[in-house]
C-alpha cells in the first residue's frame, strides 16, 4: 500500500507496527492504535454529531511520539458551498494563541533580552491604569493569570475591530481607566486583555511588530509554515475555515473573530498539519526535528506548576496542568463564537490530542476526553447533549408552540440523553438575531421570558427583534424593561436614545 505523508517528520512507521499507515485526503491511521481509535473513536464522533446537529468542519489528530497514529476531518469548512475541512484547512484558535506568547516570552529569555520577573512598565514605561498596584505586575503575573488586569477590557473586540501597526497600542488607552481587581500575584483570575498587553512588550523588546517575531521566532523554527495572524481586512482566504454557530439548525455567524488589537490572546490562525507540529515540539520540550527553538530548561518552566487554579490544578506558563484517567495531562482550549480547539499533552505517554472546529458547540472537549479514553481507558464514558436540540429540531418541524411542548417533556424526562438548561434558549435566541431572523427570535426569546423574566439581554434582543418586524411600540417598552431591571445597562439606553 501507498504511503502519502502528512507531514514526514510526523508521519514514521515504525517497524514493528502490525498494520501499515493509511493515508487518504482526509484520513491518516497507523498500527494498533489508529485502526482501534477509528474502529470506537470515528462512530463516536459521528454520533456526537449526528445529536448536536453538526454539519460545521471538525479537525482530530493523535500523535505517539513523533508519530501521527490517527487523524480525521469531518463536515465542511464552507456548509453552504460543501466545501470539505481537510488537514490544511486554517481554523481560528482563539485562546490557545496564548501559549505561542508564551514561548515567545520564553525565547527572549533565553537570549537575555527580560526576564520573568520583570515589571511590564520597565518595557512599556507609559502603561498606567487607574488605582494602585499596576506598577508591580510582572511578567510572569501575567502569563499566569495572575496580574489583576480584568479579563477583557472592551466588549465589542469582533464588531469594532483594530488593524494596522498600532492595534496593540490601543491596549494602553483602553486600560487607563481600568483599576485591577485584586493585588497582582495574590489570586488567579483568567485575562485575555493581560495578554495583549504581554504582545505589546514583545514588540518592544524585540523592535518587530508582534505577529512576525513569532512567526520568525517560533512558527518558522517548529515548521508551522501555515500559521499566520494576518488576513486580508475585508474578505475571508480560501482555505480559512468559516465561523458557525447553531440556532435552530448550524448557521453562519458573523463577524469573523478577527482584531489586529487581539493578536497575542486570540489571534493565531493555523491548520491540523501545524498543530500537530505544535504537539511534537512542546512534548519535547522545545525541540522539533534537531532543531531547538527554546532552550530546555526555560521550557521546562513553562511547563512546571506556577499557581495554584481555582478548581484545584495548576497552570504553568500559560499551560494548565491537570490531570484525566489519573494521568498528568498539559492542556489549553480556545473557544470564540464560530470556533473551537484545545490540546492534550500526555507528557508520560509521550501523546498529544488536538481537535479543531469552526462551529461552537462542537463539544470538543467530549470528544478529546473520548479519545484519551480509548487509548488509556477501557471503556468511553456516557455522555449528554443540550436539549436544545430536539427543541430546535421539534421548532423546525412544528413550530413554538410544539417546541415549547418538547422543553416540557425533556425537562421531565429522566433518562440521561439530555440536559435541560433554560439558558440554552436564550444563546438559541442570540444566535438567530445575530443572523437576522427576526420572528424566530421573538417566538424563541418570548418562551425564555416565560422562564426568565429577569434577562436584560433577553428583553434588549426582544427589543431589536420587534424592532426590525415594525413594531416600534413594542421594541420601546422591551428596551425600558431593561432599564428597569438595571438602569445602568448602557446598551439598553443606546437602543432607547433615537426614541428620546
Not at 488589537?261 to 505544535?278: A, H, I, K, Q
Amino acid at each position: 500500500m501507498k504511503y502519502i505523508s502528512l507531514l514526514s517528520c510526523l508521519l514514521i512507521v515504525v517497524s514493528c507496527a502490525p498494520e501499515v499507515a493509511v493515508k487518504e485526503e482526509s484520513i491518516i491511521l497507523a498500527g494498533e492504535s489508529g485502526s482501534r481509535l477509528d474502529s470506537l473513536l470515528t462512530p463516536y464522533i459521528v454520533g456526537l454529531r449526528e445529536q448536536t446537529d453538526n454539519k460545521a468542519g471538525l479537525v482530530v489528530g493523535i500523535s505517539k511520539g513523533n508519530q501521527t497514529v490517527y487523524a480525521r476531518s469531518f463536515g465542511y469548512a464552507d456548509a453552504e458551498k460543501k466545501i470539505p475541512v481537510n488537514f490544511k484547512t486554517k481554523f481560528h484558535i482563539a485562546s490557545l494563541s496564548k501559549p505561542f506568547v508564551a514561548a515567545a516570552i520564553l525565547k527572549l529569555v533565553d537570549i537575555g533580552a527580560l526576564r520573568l520577573e520583570d515589571k511590564i512598565k520597565r518595557h512599556i514605561p507609559e502603561f498606567v491604569m487607574a488605582g494602585q498596584g499596576y506598577e508591580n505586575i510582572s511578567i510572569r503575573n501575567i502569563l499566569t493569570h495572575t496580574s489583576g488586569i480584568p479579563a477583557n477590557i472592551k466588549t465589542a473586540d469582533w464588531t469594532d475591530p483594530s488593524f494596522g501597526p498600532g492595534a496593540l497600542e490601543e491596549n494602553l488607552d483602553l486600560l487607563r481607566d481600568i483599576q485591577l481587581e485584586f493585588e497582582p500575584g495574590s489570586q488567579y483570575s483568567y485575562s485575555n486583555s493581560a495578554y495583549d498587553l504581554l504582545g505589546l512588550l514583545i514588540e518592544r523588546v524585540s523592535g518587530m511588530r508582534f505577529s512576525e517575531f513569532v512567526t520568525k521566532e517560533i512558527l518558522v523554527p517548529a515548521g508551522m509554515s501555515e500559521s499566520v495572524y494576518t488576513k486580508p481586512k475585508d474578505t475571508l482566504p480560501e482555505d480559512w475555515a468559516l465561523s458557525y454557530s447553531y440556532g435552530l439548525q448550524t448557521q453562519p455567524w458573523t463577524p469573523y473573530p478577527y482584531n489586529e488589537r487581539l493578536f497575542p490572546s486570540s489571534g493565531l490562525v493555523t491548520n491540523l498539519e501545524d498543530m500537530m507540529l505544535w504537539a511534537t515540539l512542546n512534548l519535547a520540550h522545545g525541540e522539533i526535528n534537531g532543531i531547538e527553538v527554546l532552550g530546555k530548561d526555560h521550557y521546562e518552566k513553562m511547563l512546571s506548576p506556577q499557581f495554584a487554579t481555582p478548581w484545584g490544578d495548576n497552570i504553568g506558563l500559560s499551560w494548565f496542568l491537570q490531570s484525566y484517567l489519573d494521568r498528568p495531562v498539559i492542556m489549553h482550549q480556545g473557544q470564540d463564537t464560530g470556533f473551537e480547539a484545545i490540546i492534550y499533552l500526555y507528557p508520560k505517554d509521550s501523546v498529544s490530542i488536538v481537535v479543531m472546529a469552526n462551529r461552537d458547540y462542537s463539544r470538543t472537549g467530549r470528544i478529546i476526553n473520548a479519545a484519551s479514553e480509548i487509548l488509556f481507558a477501557d471503556d468511553l464514558k456516557t455522555y449528554s447533549v443540550s436539549a436544545k436540540y430536539p427543541f430546535s429540531k421539534t421548532y423546525r418541524e412544528g413550530g413554538i408552540e410544539a417546541a415549547r411542548l418538547k422543553w416540557a417533556e425533556l425537562r421531565a424526562d429522566t433518562t440521561d440523553n439530555y440536559y435541560v438548561d433554560d439558558d440554552d434558549i436564550l444563546s438559541t435566541g442570540a444566535i438567530l438575531e445575530n443572523a437576522a431572523y427576526w420572528n424566530e427570535t421573538r417566538e424563541v426569546l418570548e418562551f425564555y421570558k416565560d422562564l426568565n423574566d429577569q434577562s436584560t439581554y433577553a428583553w434588549r434582543l426582544l427589543g431589536n427583534a420587534y424592532l426590525h418586524l415594525g413594531d416600534t411600540l413594542q421594541a420601546i417598552a422591551h428596551y425600558e424593561k431593561c432599564l428597569e431591571i438595571n438602569p445602568e445597562y448602557e446598551k439598553a439606553k443606546a437602543a432607547l436614545a433615537p426614541f428620546r
